[in-house]
């Protein structure tokens, strides 16, 4: 049914905590298991026979998937409500893993990552954040939208353990097996989250269309640096999250090494992000954002001229969690304060593709990299360079909602 022009938001049929603990719980599997595929590489491209770069390839077109299918899963999200994207979303995840079960390829492998690049669309933080951004007042959007990211640290500090036991327990088949019969421990959350959508406007007036709202946001200069810098994110965190195994493999180190640091980057990560989303109510989220930026520059910049050690390596990691998935809650809250909740799924998606391509170029290019070099080396140097270039764009993005807003006194974040 059409929205009328003075249709609120339908009401959710389940308080605002329980849909914030259906959709972290719904990031914490998504993401989980998103995190984890670094644990597969070695053992994968070993069976198989292949080069890391054929399994980095895979994965990135996962990433690139992903960001592709996110507009347009956030624009089916919000006009139809996420309970249905996320059923969607979180079949896609198991498919995707039962074909990297029986991949005997490389092409097997790029089926696998579009299934799951379309699963963690459906399924995954971005898909969360306009069910939570409606279902939160608009002075607790950012803190809402932050509890995203906590419930995915959450998932990762379960999930890589969980995964590393399953492989040596039980091999790397048997355990993706397990980890698509976790994925489909999301349907029943798709219930809780609901099918509630933002279809009409404040004030009373007439509803914003998808073509208006693509048009005001392409002409808003603070969302395009916005954009901008949101590639840089994608960049660093899918070439560390994914080679940071090998890498310590490389090194001589115990493999339990790499499962500890990508753990304690979930544990910082816990931390970093309720500290992001505390800090909205003191800081301007811009200036904060181009911090987490140069804070990532000097975690790398420590990897590429120390002696590592497995203390370091861990001690890094967890410092690089505290800035980990604190740019989303941030960077997720900035869109709803420029634009409202309405179309806030599809926008952040827009955003999100930058993150994506970001996130294929950098496992790729790590694959690449390594194949070429036999070393991580040119990787740092490329993650300290972006660093600084997403400070550079954040600084000057205007933290004020957009004048369609302002004229008919919005209440904005």
Not at 131 to 157: C, D, H, M, N, W
Not at 383 to 406: D, K, M, N, T, Y
């Amino acid at each position: 049914m059409a929205a009328t022009d003075n249709a609120p938001p339908s009401r959710p049929r389940f308080p605002v905590w329980a849909i914030v603990l259906a959709g972290a719980t719904v990031a914490g599997i998504g993401m989980g298991l998103r995190q984890i595929m670094g644990l597969y590489l070695k053992p994968m491209t070993e069976t198989l026979g292949i080069g890391r770069e054929a399994f980095s390839i895979a994965i990135a077109l996962a990433n690139i998937v992903w960001g592709v299918a996110a507009p347009f899963v956030g624009a089916v999200s919000d006009k139809y409500g996420a309970g249905k994207v996320l059923l969607l979303g979180s079949t896609c995840t198991a498919i995707g893993l039962v074909v990297m079960v029986l991949a005997t390829s490389e092409m097997h492998l790029m089926i696998s990552g579009v299934f799951m690049g379309l699963g963690v669309a459906g399924a995954g933080v971005t898909a969360m954040v306009g069910a939570i951004g409606r279902a939160s007042p608009p002075e607790q959007r950012t803190q809402a939208i932050s509890k995203l990211g906590i419930g995915s640290g959450v998932g990762v500090l379960v999930s890589l353990p969980y995964a590393h036991v399953l492989i040596e327990m039980f091999g790397w088949k048997a355990s993706l097996v397990t980890m698509a019969a976790t994925a489909a421990l999301m349907w029943p959350l798709a219930y809780v989250i609901g099918n509630d959508t933002a279809t009409g406007s404040p004030g009373g007036q007439r509803p914003q269309s998808l073509k208006e709202a693509l048009g005001e946001a392409f002409r808003h200069p603070s969302f395009l640096l916005l954009t901008a810098g949101f590639f840089v994110c994608g960049f660093q965190v899918a070439f560390y999250a994914l080679h940071l195994p090998a890498y310590v493999a490389d090194k001589g180190f115990d493999p339990m090494i790499g499962v500890l640091g990508l753990t304690m980057v979930g544990l910082g990560n816990l931390i970093g992000t309720w500290a992001a989303g505390q800090s909205a109510a003191y800081f301007p989220k811009q200036y904060t954002l181009a911090f987490i930026y140069l804070g990532r520059c000097l975690v790398f910049l420590c990897f590429l001229t120390m002696e590592m050690t497995p203390t370091l390596v861990v001690l890094l990691s967890f410092i690089l969690g505290l800035l980990w998935l604190s740019t989303v809650p941030l960077t997720s809250s900035l869109v709803a304060t420029f634009f409202g909740p309405v179309w806030m799924t599809m926008l952040f998606g827009i955003v999100f593709f930058s993150h994506q391509i970001g996130s294929f170029i950098g496992v790729w290019m790590a694959g690449w990299a390594f194949d070429v070099t036999r070393s991580y080396d040119m990787m740092w140097w490329a993650s300290i360079g972006l660093g600084l270039f997403a400070a550079v764009v954040h600084w000057p993005i205007s933290q004020e909602p957009v004048a369609r807003l302002r004229n008919k006194s919005v209440p904005a974040e």
